[in-house]
């Protein structure tokens, strides 16, 4: 199986924590050269500092907010124009708990512009180069409601859902470019996401963390919550040369929790 990414340069959102950094890690094992993005410059230096460096030995940070579209182009063109990126990872926290009739107008544009519209300048910024190279891989991290929405995410569901049509919109417009275009639907995953979505139900019902955990973990067949290893395991996976005839996919990685097929 031909997982060498060798030669390849990598572009991870949300590299800072979790499944970003994560996702970093695994890339660079297989060989990619890596930038880590995100908006906190010492984290990602860490991060960065810290990628395995045995077989590609430059590794970047790129420090940029994703709910800035025009800084985020600009920053992300100057870095590619002596960088070209043929592998995109599209990733970043999600929007507050809370039902979607009780948000507010400006809570969903807020989620539109970090996922929807950072994403698009994020391709569009990236694409000439995978163009270029007739190569690409652009792999969003989105979350399994864009199968089965989730209960008291009314945000984040309406845009994950948003992001989800847009891909399978991109996978079909770029696949005769050699470019594929998938997400990953993460389940639960031990990431500070995990932290505030546990906060916001121990809030808003009054149980104890132990139990709002014991609850969610009770609805997963695994019977546990995911490493963000084992998500970022798939995401490199769709990146190598080996998924090249994988394009306009949802793969869930959430422990066999969603009941729909």
């Given at each position: 199986?031909?997982?060498?990414?060798?030669?390849?340069?990598?572009?991870?959102?949300?590299?800072?924590?979790?499944?970003?950094?994560?996702?970093?890690?695994?890339?660079?094992?297989?060989?990619?050269?890596?930038?880590?993005?995100?908006?906190?410059?010492?984290?990602?230096?860490?991060?960065?500092?810290?990628?395995?460096?045995?077989?590609?030995?430059?590794?970047?940070?790129?420090?940029?907010?994703?709910?800035d579209p025009g800084a985020l182009r600009a920053a992300v063109e100057m870095h590619v124009a002596a960088h070209p990126v043929q592998i995109l990872v599209n990733n970043t926290g999600g929007p507050p708990g809370g039902a979607a009739h009780a948000a507010a107008p400006e809570a969903f544009e807020s989620a539109f512009r970090r996922h929807l519209i950072g994403g698009q300048v994020l391709v569009q910024t990236v694409l000439p180069a995978m163009r270029a190279a007739r190569w690409g891989r652009i792999v969003n991290v989105v979350s399994t409601s864009v199968r089965e929405p989730i209960a008291n995410l009314g945000v984040s569901n309406t845009v994950r859902g948003a992001v989800a049509g847009w891909a399978k919109t991109l996978s079909r417009e770029l696949a005769s470019h050699g470019i594929t275009v998938n997400n990953v639907l993460p389940g639960y995953t031990r990431t500070g996401r995990i932290d505030a979505?546990?906060?916001?139900?121990?809030?808003?019902?009054?149980?104890?963390?132990?139990?709002?955990?014991?609850?969610?973990?009770?609805?997963?067949?695994?019977?546990?919550?995911?490493?963000?290893?084992?998500?970022?395991?798939?995401?490199?996976?769709?990146?190598?040369?080996?998924?090249?005839?994988?394009?306009?996919?949802?793969?869930p990685v959430d422990g066999g929790r969603m009941a729909s097929i």
């Amino acid at each position: 199986m031909d997982l060498d990414l060798t030669g390849r340069h990598a572009l991870v959102c949300g590299g800072s924590d979790g499944i970003g950094r994560a996702t970093a890690h695994e890339l660079a094992l297989l060989g990619a050269e890596v930038t880590v993005l995100a908006r906190r410059a010492d984290a990602l230096a860490q991060v960065r500092d810290a990628l395995p460096a045995e077989r590609c030995r430059t590794h970047h940070a790129l420090v940029v907010d994703m709910d800035d579209p025009g800084a985020l182009r600009a920053a992300v063109e100057m870095h590619v124009a002596a960088h070209p990126v043929q592998i995109l990872v599209n990733n970043t926290g999600g929007p507050p708990g809370g039902a979607a009739h009780a948000a507010a107008p400006e809570a969903f544009e807020s989620a539109f512009r970090r996922h929807l519209i950072g994403g698009q300048v994020l391709v569009q910024t990236v694409l000439p180069a995978m163009r270029a190279a007739r190569w690409g891989r652009i792999v969003n991290v989105v979350s399994t409601s864009v199968r089965e929405p989730i209960a008291n995410l009314g945000v984040s569901n309406t845009v994950r859902g948003a992001v989800a049509g847009w891909a399978k919109t991109l996978s079909r417009e770029l696949a005769s470019h050699g470019i594929t275009v998938n997400n990953v639907l993460p389940g639960y995953t031990r990431t500070g996401r995990i932290d505030a979505i546990v906060s916001e139900r121990v809030a808003r019902t009054g149980e104890s963390a132990e139990a709002v955990i014991a609850a969610m973990q009770a609805t997963v067949p695994a019977g546990r919550f995911a490493d963000a290893a084992e998500t970022a395991a798939a995401i490199a996976f769709l990146c190598a040369p080996a998924a090249a005839y994988i394009n306009g996919v949802s793969l869930p990685v959430d422990g066999g929790r969603m009941a729909s097929i």
